[in-house]
């Protein structure tokens, strides 16, 4: 398979978890499931070099679990990629299903088709005995001649040991009317009428079908993540790229990568990686570690790599100290983007290989 179609296939983020989506050139659009980014209309989107973009859910479907996003970026440096034709499928062919599972890493699995219409729910899906798993939703099912035939879907339950998709043409339903979408805003497709519905409706104005509830309701942040976010703004980061989960964030402040995370549902970690210990002459480093005074955080080292960390019980959170649990955090980025050029310079350390240095 062409590896500049891979290129095509980005992680979305957000407050609730991650997922898969790719995009579609002809139409300048990333493709994803609705339920990936159900309650959001904002997300990141993440490119195999973990680069972040801002995008905007500006049409679903629910019924077809389909999303389309508006990304702020230029994409013309990727490839075209094309659809199948409805019927394209035969049990016994080759697919490749594309994406990040459980958030980690891109990853491909490859597998036969076991049905091309495979009825679920009322619905007719493409099962395959590749593996897919939670993360992999959203991202795009490919045939042996680089085209789109499904979008990921991981949701289905009792399914243990296949691998599901929604049909090319469930998709080809929801591009059709994405032609002159105004993409500042979110708007549904009324699955009866294929109506476009920008305002917030109970019912299509066009044909009076029934709307999901809620369906236009974004999903408040809780009070700590609010505070965290402040945080993470006042270190220059746009909290919705940072986003990376549940009370979860990660994003590079320079060249360090930085991520705050509560653990346990006790304590407050903020961390950065930020390099890796020389192979020859580590006593300097260790003694430099050892001898100087990095309160309020902590030096560690786990294998070859340096951490820069800060922890606290979510108990001494209190509103006599946020302010200064606020500075903390924020200073912790800022020493972490100095430490890892000072520990390359003075000791010869090696830059983490989560650093990035076209920002540093």
Same mark, same amino acid.
């Given at each position: 398979m ?7 296939v980005?992680k979305v ?5 991650s ?7 002809a139409?300048d659009?990333?493709?994803t ?8 209309h904002s997300v990141?989107?993440?490119d195999n070099?973990?680069?972040p973009?801002?995008a905007r859910v500006?049409?679903?479907n629910p019924?077809?679990?389909i ?11 990727l490839?075209d ?5 409805d019927?394209?499928l ?6 490749s299903v594309?994406?990040y ?5 891109? &990853?491909?699995?490859? =597998? *036969? ?7 679920? !729910?009322?619905? +007719?899906?493409?099962q395959?005995?590749?593996?897919v798993n939670p993360g ?6 490919f ?5 789109v035939?499904?979008?990921t ?9 296949m691998g ?6 469930a ?6 009317s994405?032609?002159?979408?105004d993409?500042?805003c ?10 476009l519905?920008?305002?917030?409706e109970d ?8 709307l ?8 408040e ?9 402040q945080?993470?703004g006042?270190m220059g ?5 940072a ?5 979860s964030? &990660?994003?590079?402040? =320079? *060249?360090s ?5 509560v653990? !346990?549902?006790t +304590? ?5 990686p930020?390099?890796l ?17 990095f309160?309020p955080y ?9 951490y820069l ?12 100290s946020?302010d ?8 912790l980025a800022l020493?972490?983007d ?5 520990m390359?310079d003075?000791?010869?350390?090696e ?9 540093g």
């Amino acid at each position: 398979m062409d590896q500049n179609i891979y290129k095509l296939v980005y992680k979305v983020t957000h407050a609730g978890g991650s997922g898969s989506c790719f995009y579609l050139k002809a139409y300048d659009l990333f493709v994803t499931n609705y339920h990936v980014v159900s309650g959001f209309h904002s997300v990141a989107l993440h490119d195999n070099d973990r680069r972040p973009y801002l995008a905007r859910v500006v049409l679903v479907n629910p019924s077809l679990d389909i999303a389309l996003l508006a990304a702020e970026g230029d994409f013309s440096h990727l490839p075209d990629l094309g659809l199948a034709s409805d019927d394209s499928l035969e049990i016994g062919g080759k697919v490749s299903v594309a994406g990040y599972p459980y958030g980690m890493p891109f &990853t491909v699995t490859e =597998g *036969s088709v076991s049905s091309p219409k495979q009825l679920v !729910d009322g619905k +007719y899906y493409i099962q395959t005995d590749a593996a897919v798993n939670p993360g992999n939703s959203g991202g795009p099912i490919f045939n042996e001649r680089n085209e789109v035939v499904g979008v990921t879907v991981s949701k289905l339950s009792n399914a243990d040991n296949m691998g599901f998709g929604i049909r090319v043409e469930a998709l080809r339903k929801l591009l059709d009317s994405a032609g002159g979408i105004d993409r500042s805003c979110f708007q549904v497709q009324c699955d009866s009428c294929d109506e476009l519905i920008a305002g917030e409706e109970d019912y299509c104005p066009s044909c009076g079908e029934k709307l999901p509830e809620g369906i236009f309701a974004e999903r408040e942040p809780s009070p700590f993540a609010i505070f965290c976010e402040q945080a993470i703004g006042e270190m220059g980061v746009n909290p919705v790229l940072a986003r990376d989960g549940y009370d979860s964030w &990660t994003f590079h402040k =320079g *060249s360090s990568e930085i991520r705050i995370f509560v653990y !346990d549902n006790t +304590y407050l970690f903020a961390v950065s990686p930020i390099n890796l210990l020389p192979k020859k002459e580590v006593e300097p480093v260790l003694d430099y570690m050892l001898s100087e005074n990095f309160s309020p955080y902590k030096m560690g080292i786990e294998g070859r790599q340096i951490y820069l960390a800060y922890r606290l019980h979510l108990s001494d959170l209190t509103d006599s100290s946020e302010d200064e649990i606020r500075r903390n955090l924020v200073n912790l980025a800022l020493r972490a983007d100095e430490m890892d050029n000072l520990m390359v310079d003075r000791f010869g350390c090696e830059f983490s290989e989560y650093s990035r240095q076209d920002n540093g």
